[in-house]
T-cell receptor
Framework: NAGVTQTPKFQVLKTGQSMTLQCAQD?????MSWYRQDPGMGLRLIHY???????DQGEVPNGYNVSRSTTEDFPLRLLSAAPSQTSVYFC?????????????FGEGSWLTVV | AQRVTQPEKLLSVFKGAPVELKCNYS??????LFWYVQYSRQRLQLLLR??SRESIKGFTADLNKGETSFHLKKPFAQEEDSAMYYC?????????????FGKGTMLLVSP
């Protein structure tokens, strides 16, 4: 059972480039989300999804796009990378619907924008 | 809006000393709180949650609704406890599927 899988683990981008961080889960979870982790800021929610075809913005959505065409996948797209998007990105998933459900995290993707 | 506050960015202790990582929260309903740990450049690991009342790696945390706190404690710190610790509160988005994190406390345990 793979859980939540993120790719790539490490990436260096040039300013202005676009890229997609992949996130896949094999637990048939309805709910998925993306966070970014920055020193002194903790983890902040970028976007989340409550099911296939349904996404919404979190706390820091600017510069990022998401889509949820399948239950399993929730890719995060950087449209035009900026140095301020240098961060560690975590994908998470859960059944949701009630408190007590475990939220599972991926291993993280370390992104540097130069 | 719900909020999690971890007042200390860095906590430095000697091996064998007691540790207390502070966490305060703001939430209007019945909170569900967690502690996560992240060792250097690794994934977030769930350390404990208040509803299970477990003790993991010698750490405990008690929810104090009167003081709106969920402090993490360990009586005798070990060098391998050195890591970043995050307190988190479930919510506020639909399905109880997201978490609000504090800014984290780096714990350094010296020999």
């Amino acid at each position: 059972n793979a859980g939540v899988t993120q790719t790539p683990k490490f990436q260096v981008l040039k300013t202005g480039q676009s890229m997609t961080l992949q996130c896949a889960q094999d637990m048939n979870h309805e709910y998925m989300s993306w966070y970014r982790q920055d020193p002194g800021m903790g983890l902040r929610l970028i976007h989340y999804s409550v099911g296939a075809g349904i996404t919404d913005q979190g706390e820091v959505p600017n510069g990022y796009n998401v889509s949820r065409s399948t239950t399993e996948d929730f890719p995060l797209r950087l449209l035009s990378a900026a140095p301020s998007q240098t961060s560690v990105y975590f994908c998470a998933s859960s059944y949701g619907g009630s408190s007590g459900n475990t939220i599972y995290f991926g291993e993280g993707s370390w992104l540097t924008v130069v | 809006a719900q909020r999690v506050t971890q007042p200390e960015k860095l906590l430095s202790v000697f091996k064998g000393a007691p540790v207390e990582l502070k966490c305060n929260y703001s939430y209007s309903g019945s909170p569900e709180l967690f502690w996560y740990v992240q060792y250097s450049r690794q994934r977030l690991q769930l350390l404990l949650r208040h509803i299970s009342r477990e003790s993991i790696k010698g750490f405990t945390a008690d929810l104090n609704k009167g003081e709106t706190s969920f402090h993490l404690k360990k009586p005798f710190a070990q060098e391998e406890d050195s890591a970043m610790y995050y307190c988190a509160l479930r919510g506020p988005h639909p399905g109880y599927s997201t978490l609000t994190f504090g800014k984290g406390t780096m714990l350094l345990v010296s020999p």
